[in-house]
């Protein structure tokens, strides 16, 4: 048994210097609590009996003492490097347990770092990206506000336009009111001198019967199609015009004799013709309405008064995209206008047409004489009829005047200066007041008539 252990406590690392200091029996009960066995004080370990027999049996005890002391202490020092081995192996464990740790710290720290990053430079695109959209939406409404301006600059433009037209078709209707007159009764004094003389025997000599009757044909083909296409427009025209269904039925029954011999061929329908005097009466009627001065004149007033009502319905249109109400009132009263003078040249025109029908009257009640070809012979006539311009010149309308008016578009007037029988020579003394009062209201057509007649002198006079 070990009964004292003496240790150098100054250099002991283990067990501890106090320990140590304390004496055997307190390294022993340290070293047993270490390796996990039961202490026994020396006192409680029996002695091995001593041998009588002599001294050998003493020295083996020692022996067999020393023995088990170094296996025992053999056995303290297994353990001990046991226990060293295992307090490195948690040391090492300890160690790697730190550094993957700190490893995952500073991989989470990187990580932490890069989302912070990725998130800077997210946070900068979307700022970016915003700036340019700003930017984009910016520069777009400022540029649709740039064409609003301009649309509206044209509208602006376009509505003076309009209302400079419409103002110059009032005038020109107002002065063709105060010339109309005398060129209807010009007119009226042309049909009845045209057509309503006797026929001569050298027009029945050299009466082109196919070609008329071919002519005639056309016209009534041109009439028939011209007639359903006003009625229709007429009938969308409710708001300024009320027109009578029965007006449909009335056409379509005085022209359902044209819709068969429609259908026929070319010679088919000019011998028909040739046969049925309604259709020669129906066919010189549509040409008389068409060559008539006064409703052609009439029907192109219409037609500029309809192209600018199209004109302001455009315009209101437009006004309603670009939501503004600017001279919407000054567009309304253009349009009651433009409605008003519309009616009133309907009624001009349903007024020409029934003095027409008058004159046709008259003619029809002479034709009663059964003259042969009597429709056929007026329908030539009005073929070979010459233009307003030349039987004006023929009457006395010197032809250099009768071109100066023709090239300032002021034909309308020829009637005015040869009812009142004005020449170049004439021109010369006048003045733009007595232009104006013989019917020509627009001071800058004044001019230019009072201007080309001195020019058309002056290199008259140069000529020997």
């Not at 998130?119 to 649709?144: A, F, N, S």
């Not at 649309?151 to 376009?158: C, D, G, I, P, V």
């Not at 009466?207 to 009938?235: D, G, W």
Request: proline fraction near 2%.
């Amino acid at each position: 048994l070990l009964e004292v252990l003496t240790l150098d406590a100054s250099s002991m690392t283990y067990p501890s210097p106090d320990i140590c200091s304390a004496g055997t029996e307190s390294i022993q009960q340290f070293l047993c609590k270490e390796c996990g066995i039961a202490y026994y004080p020396p006192s409680q370990s029996p002695l091995p009996a001593l041998e009588s027999d002599g001294g050998g049996t003493a020295v083996d005890g020692v022996d067999r003492a020393v023995q088990k002391y170094l296996e025992e202490e053999s056995e303290w020092q297994n353990k001990f490097l046991d226990y060293e081995k295992r307090k490195e192996k948690k040391k090492q464990e300890k160690l790697e347990f730190e550094q993957r740790l700190n490893m995952g710290q500073r991989e989470h720290a990187l990580l932490v770092q890069q989302i912070s990053c990725q998130k800077d430079e997210i946070l900068q695109t979307v700022r970016e990206d915003q700036m340019r959209l700003e930017e984009g939406l910016t520069k777009h409404q400022r540029y649709l506000e740039e064409e609003r301006l301009k649309l509206l600059q044209q509208l602006k433009e376009a509505e003076q336009s309009v209302t400079s037209r419409i103002q110059k078709l009032l005038e020109d209707n107002q002065r063709q009111k105060q010339s109309s007159d005398i060129l209807k009764s010009l007119e009226n004094e042309r049909i009845r001198m045209e057509q309503l003389m006797a026929i001569t025997q050298e027009e029945t000599e050299h009466l082109r019967r196919r070609e008329v009757a071919s002519a005639m044909q056309q016209m009534l083909a041109e009439s028939y199609k011209n007639r359903l296409i006003q009625m229709t427009h007429e009938s969308r025209r409710q708001d300024l015009v009320s027109q009578a269904c029965s007006s449909l039925a009335e056409m379509d029954q005085k022209f359902q004799q044209i819709l068969a011999w429609q259908q026929l061929d070319q010679n088919k329908a000019v011998s028909q013709i040739l046969q049925q005097i309604e259709m020669q009466k129906a066919a010189f009627e549509a040409l008389q309405v068409k060559k008539d001065l006064m409703h052609r004149q009439i029907r192109n007033q219409i037609k500029l008064i309809e192209t600018e009502l199209l004109q302001l319905t455009q315009l209101e249109l437009k006004r309603q995209q670009l939501d503004t109400e600017m001279l919407q009132g000054l567009i309304s009263e253009q349009r009651q206008a433009l409605g008003y003078l519309l009616q009133q040249l309907l009624k001009e025109k349903k007024q020409r047409e029934e003095e027409l029908q008058q004159i046709l009257l008259e003619m029809e009640a002479k034709s009663e004489t059964k003259q042969e070809n009597y429709w056929l012979i007026q329908y030539q006539r009005l073929l070979d009829q010459k233009p307003l311009s030349l039987k004006l010149q023929e009457e006395g309308l010197e032809q250099q005047l009768v071109m100066l008016l023709v090239e300032l578009s002021a034909e309308r007037y020829l009637p005015l200066f040869a009812h009142h029988r004005i020449s170049l020579q004439a021109l010369a003394t006048m003045s733009a007041r007595d232009l104006e009062k013989v019917g020509v209201a627009e001071a800058g057509l004044q001019r230019a008539i009072l201007g080309r007649a001195q020019d058309i002198l002056a290199v008259a006079k140069t000529i020997p």
